[in-house]
């Protein structure tokens, strides 16, 4: 009898248990997925009863807004087509983009209480809450130019806060028309146009990899790291029937640390990379999110890297220069880039800045919020220079400009054994000395990072620090 009593208790103890534990995981990190969920059953009774709200720009133009014609139909609107695809995303085949995110908020209603009795009283739905973006039209405008009929990405981040002020992916579609197009964009087979490749597109990081094997070399070797150099011959044979050379066939000759970076050396890196403690670096990449949920709720792919204490030479010196198994999504190398301009901090980065009522009052305020300490000021400052001299002596000199000092890092990362088969890579922050953009920009099949890439980022920088100016 005292047996089963106990084996009831522990029944009940091990339910209450897994109940708690169930609640607790809810309500400390599931809740706003559920509650915003587009298969929340009591969103669809809240849109019932609320004029779904209007997705704005930080500086006030509505990037979505839902219309209601004379018959009470409603119908949603993209005012800039194709130019916010992505982040803005679509409602009707599916919840996507900020459509997603703040479903919530925009089907919530803050009207006052006599024009909420107004409304019940002449049968008229609520106004639901407007969501005030961290996007800004000029940049987004600049970006998606820039990148032109290219296929790729770009994301521009203010390093400080972790605001997306930008976030391009090409191939696009126009949201105003996706019901029609549907049929037309599924029957093409690898018709990758829906895909947000800022967050959801896996690339090899290509030589954007190496302020990673810098910041793992300067760890290793902080009080001698200034005496490195290495002789670049244009070929470093790692071992047998193994050899790494530098891009475009060049021949570096007698490089130091930094200008192993500026140049953007391959056999140099490779060579770094075989002298690293594989365990560290390892865990200096999962520091740095890789093969971890990036914070922030855009949704973005995890990152990869794979390094083992087993693996070859060959294996380590792929990695090194951003080759191998490591991939990465353009946010992620954002982020990366906007560590660096942020002196080590790594800000969670966001896009909702706030909710307002229809009468513009906020109703919700979203704060910056720190992710972590990554590196110390001494070590981005340190990284930062290197990134300057990519710049001025370097790889990035695409980016030089008279209004502003930018700091950069370019790659070219091949994605298969054919050599013409590279996507072009840039990471890039300004002003280099007290940023205030960081920017990632990947072009598909782009060749080379300074060539094609650079001018890109050039643009976008061009942009806002001739707005800024005025
Ligand atoms: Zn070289």
């Not at 050396?265 to 990379?273: A, E, M, P, T, V």
């Not at 922030?296 to 294996?315: I, R």
């Not at 960081?438 to 080379?448: F, N």
Request: charged letters at 20%.
């Amino acid at each position: 009898m005292n047996k089963n009593i106990r084996v009831i208790i522990c029944i009940f103890v091990v339910i209450f248990t897994m109940m708690g534990l169930y609640f607790c995981n809810y309500l400390l990190f599931k809740k706003d997925d559920y509650i915003s969920s587009a298969h929340n059953k009591r969103l669809s009774s809240y849109s019932e009863h609320v004029v779904r709200g209007s997705i704005l720009s930080s500086d006030g133009e509505k990037l979505a807004e839902t219309v209601v014609d004379e018959f009470g139909e409603e119908k949603r609107i993209y005012p800039y087509n194709n130019l916010f695809a992505h982040s803005v995303g679509h409602v009707e085949k599916g919840y996507t983009g900020i459509e997603a995110l703040g479903n919530f908020y925009m089907v919530s209603s803050h009207e006052s209480i006599f024009k909420k009795i107004a409304d019940d009283v002449s049968g008229k739905k609520r106004t639901g809450d407007n969501i005030v973006t961290t996007l800004n039209v000029r940049l987004q405008q600049a970006a998606y130019d820039a990148l032109g009929d290219y296929r790729g990405a770009c994301v521009v981040l203010e390093p400080d806060t972790g605001r997306i002020l930008a976030m391009v992916s090409k191939p696009d579609f126009n949201p105003n028309t996706i019901e029609q197009d549907w049929e037309a964009i599924n029957s093409i087979q690898g018709n990758d146009c829906l895909l947000n490749k800022a967050t959801r597109g896996v690339y090899a990081p290509g030589s954007t990899f190496k302020v990673m094997t810098t910041l793992e070399y300067l760890r290793e070797h902080p009080d001698n790291y200034q005496s490195y150099l290495y002789n670049c011959t244009g070929e470093n044979n790692i071992m047998q029937d193994y050899s790494v050379h530098c891009y475009g066939g060049l021949v570096h000759g007698v490089l130091d640390l930094e200008h192993s970076l500026a140049q953007s050396c391959n056999c140099s890196f490779s060579n770094i990379g075989i002298s690293l403690n594989k365990e560290r670096f390892s865990g200096l990449c999962s520091d740095f999110l890789f093969n971890k949920t990036i914070p922030g709720s855009y949704g973005c792919v995890k990152s990869q890297f794979v390094l083992s204490a087993d693996d070859s030479d060959a294996v380590t010196a792929q990695t090194a220069i951003g080759q191998g198994k490591t991939t990465i999504s353009p946010m992620h190398n954002a982020l990366i880039a906007a560590t660096i301009a942020n002196g080590g901090v790594m800000m969670t980065p966001y896009v909702i800045d706030r909710v307002e009522n229809y009468k513009g009052k906020t109703v919700v305020d979203f704060e910056p919020k720190m992710y972590d300490k990554l590196m110390s000021a001494d070590e981005a400052a340190c990284i930062k220079d290197m990134m300057k001299l990519v710049v001025s002596e370097g790889t990035g000199a695409r980016l030089i400009s008279e209004s502003y000092q930018a700091a950069a890092k370019t790659g070219s990362a091949q994605f298969s054994s054919d050599v013409d088969d590279t996507h072009a890579w840039i990471l890039a922050f300004a002003p280099a000395d007290a940023p205030k953009i960081a920017i990632s920009v990947i072009v598909e099949r782009g060749g080379s990072g300074g060539e094609t890439a650079a001018p890109i980022a050039k643009r976008i920088l061009d942009v806002y620090f001739d707005e800024t100016s005025d």
